[in-house]
């Protein structure tokens, strides 16, 4: 069973600042089945990077995504007041089929 | 527009069942495996189960294996979660989601549908 670790749990920064937060696999995972969204209270979740690098659409060029094996980042060039929500990793493979991390918040310090 | 639209949520009593939609919208909902999630309140995200885009394999999540139930109405773009004996821990907003095989991801999430599991 993959398990998704999420770090911090609580990000605090200010507009203008640099991001990055972390997504760290049980075991090795293929880069095309990991991606990153975005919840904010109230709402559903919006989609931000798949396959481990690549900006859904809409998505602001501030958002990027790295990494592979057990090791994926997500990182916020230059945090803009509307970013500051909570951030999900998640993964789909075999067993289970759909996997979340316990997300991390990003708040304004 | 893609649009999910959650309905059925309500309190209930332990044991008890409960059905919930989602209505699809603003895509060919037949091409596309469907999800539910659900959000335990103050709690991150978890999985509960998906259905094929045809309806005929399902899976689901440990927590509600041989309790809960996905299925699907392609002809009225509907996509149901049929749940049974209801535990207090099953408290949740249910939301549906759309799988993107091409992103190999979920990309789209209704709202959802608050349900509570209480006597």
């Known amino acids: 069973e993959i398990l998704l670790t999420q770090s911090p749990g609580t990000l605090s920064l200010s507009p203008g600042e640099r991001a990055t937060l972390s997504c760290r696999a049980s075991?090795?995972?293929?880069?095309?089945?990991l991606a990153w969204s975005q919840q904010k209270p109230g709402q559903a979740p919006r989609l931000l990077i798949y396959g481990a690098s690549t900006r859904a659409t809409g998505i602001p060029d501030r958002f990027s995504g790295s990494g592979s094996g057990t090791d994926f980042t997500l990182t916020i060039s230059r945090l803009e007041p509307e970013d500051f929500a909570v951030y999900y990793c998640h993964h789909y493979g075999t067993s289970p089929p759909y996997t979340f991390g316990q997300g991390t918040k990003l708040e304004i310090k | 527009q893609v649009q999910l639209v959650e309905s059925g949520g309500s309190v209930v009593q332990p044991g008890r069942s409960l059905r919930l939609s989602c209505a699809a919208s603003g895509f060919t909902f037949g091409g596309f495996g469907m999800h539910w999630v659900r959000q335990a309140p103050g709690k991150g995200l978890e999985w509960v189960g998906h259905?094929?885009?045809?309806?005929?394999?399902?899976y689901y999540a440990d927590s509600v294996n041989g309790r809960f139930s996905i299925s699907r109405d392609n002809s009225k773009s509907l996509l149901y979660l049929e749940m049974s004996s209801l535990r207090a821990e099953d408290t949740a907003v249910y939301s549906c989601?759309?799988?993107?095989?091409?992103?190999?991801?979920?990309?789209?999430w209704g709202q959802g549908t608050l349900v509570t599991v209480s006597s």
């Open positions: 989601a759309r799988f993107n095989g091409a992103y190999e991801s979920l990309d789209w």
């Open positions: 075991q090795s995972v293929s880069s095309n089945y």
């Open positions: 259905v094929s885009y045809d309806g005929t394999k399902s």
